[in-house]
């Protein structure tokens, strides 16, 4: 009886996806904006665990392999933390991207042919037997890494971690990368769920795109900034945390840190 009770009172589980610009290279240049760094470094954080290489080109027989399963999204796992007085907190973690196929250079087909905008603020979120993602290496090799499977093959998504590249991007402009950012962000804000913006690459940010983020937010109503590099491990449990406190609003605030503070106090 006492096991099932403390079963029963295990930590809450929130469901976290991760979106920002992605596409062809036509729109996303020739990098990402860092949504699987920022994944990878908080679900796996030690430097063994993280790659900074989760290329989004695929054949299609890895797209149809069970980790990929021909979704647009990837399930990255989940993550606990214990926050203030020993509160425990658990976390599901998404990427929403756009896979391109590796013949073709054009976005792979799937079930939902929605547009990246529409379909990164989906709150429900299904996929049978879905694998969680590891890196690219697995893809085709799943039976050599641990297979542990999205639970229940559904996710009902609880908040949105934004991420913008305020590095200086290749072959990519800024204001462009906004345009994108403002269409998704009245997406998501449509969801009424909560929604954190996160600085990707600020080890390599510029001032102005810095600042520029900074405005963008402030013309929203509270919307919360977090500067982070997933490279330098700075502020991205930061990140995610202070899109959980958003959501359940009983858990205490974290202190929102620039990154450069940050970075002091590592
Ligand atoms: P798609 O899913 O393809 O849309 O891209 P993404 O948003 O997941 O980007 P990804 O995380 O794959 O990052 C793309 C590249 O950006 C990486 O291969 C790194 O070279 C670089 N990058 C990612 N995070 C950081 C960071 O914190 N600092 C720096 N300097 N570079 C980073
Ligand atoms: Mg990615």
């Not at 976005?107 to 929605?114: E, G, V």
């Not at 200086?168 to 906004?178: A, L, V, Y």
Request: with cysteine; proline share 3%; aromatic share 8%.
């Amino acid at each position: 009886i006492i096991m099932a009770k403390k079963q029963d009172a295990r930590a809450p589980i929130y469901n976290l996806v991760v979106v920002g610009l992605s596409g062809t290279e036509k729109e996303k240049g020739q990098c990402g904006v860092g949504k699987s760094c920022l994944c990878n470094r908080f679900v796996r954080p030690s430097a063994d665990d993280f790659d900074l290489d989760h290329t989004s080109v695929l054949s299609t027989s890895d797209f149809g392999g069970r980790v990929v399963n021909n979704d647009h999204f990837l399930y990255w796992g989940e993550a606990g933390r214990t926050i203030e007085e020993g509160q425990e907190c658990r976390m599901n973690v998404v990427e929403q991207t756009e896979f391109i196929d590796d013949q073709t250079f054009q976005p792979h087909r799937s079930t939902a042919l929605q547009p990246y905008i529409k379909r990164a603020a989906s709150t429900k979120l299904a996929s049978a037997e879905k694998l969680m993602y590891f890196c690219t290496d697995q893809l085709g090799l799943e039976q050599d890494f641990e297979q542990k499977q999205m639970p229940e093959g559904k996710l009902i998504v609880d908040g949105f971690l934004l991420s913008v590249d305020v590095s200086r991007g290749m072959n990519r402009s800024f204001e462009d990368q906004m345009k994108f950012v403002g269409n998704l962000y009245n997406q998501l804000a449509k969801t009424k769920k909560p929604v954190v913006l996160a600085l990707t690459k600020c080890d390599e940010g510029v001032e102005r795109y810095i600042k520029d983020s900074h405005a963008f937010a402030l013309a929203k109503k509270n919307l919360q900034v977090v500067e982070t590099s997933a490279r330098s491990n700075v502020n991205v449990d930061l990140a995610f945390l202070t899109l959980v406190q958003l959501i359940d609003k009983s858990r205490g605030k974290p202190k929102i840190i620039p990154y450069f503070e940050a970075l002091k106090q590592q």
